[in-house]
């Protein structure tokens, strides 16, 4: 039989895990390198069937990204 001691979790233990979770996280993602220094040249987007309709949202949408990101080249996928 599991030691019933062991289940227990106490609410500060739960309080304080669910406020450091995500501060970590955040600190995690801030810490990394600033989107200027990402060697991004190529992207592909995965879209729906030929045809359809999210395969025509991924060709729009790769047209609008290669016209804002300067030195972009994007594609599409279908899937």
């Not at 233990?13 to 406020?19: G, H, Q």
């Not at 600033?34 to 790769?62: H, Q």
């Not at 609008?64 to 994007?74: K, M, P, Q």
């Amino acid at each position: 039989m599991p030691d019933p001691s062991l289940a227990r979790v106490s609410r500060r233990t739960v309080l304080t895990a669910a406020l450091w979770v995500p501060a970590a996280a955040t600190l995690t993602g801030c810490l990394g390198p600033s989107w200027e220094e990402l060697p991004l040249t190529r992207l592909t987007i995965a879209t729906g069937n030929p045809g359809g309709v999210f395969d025509r949202y991924g060709e729009a949408l790769a047209d609008v990204l290669e016209r804002r990101l300067e030195g972009v080249t994007t594609r599409t996928r279908t899937t």
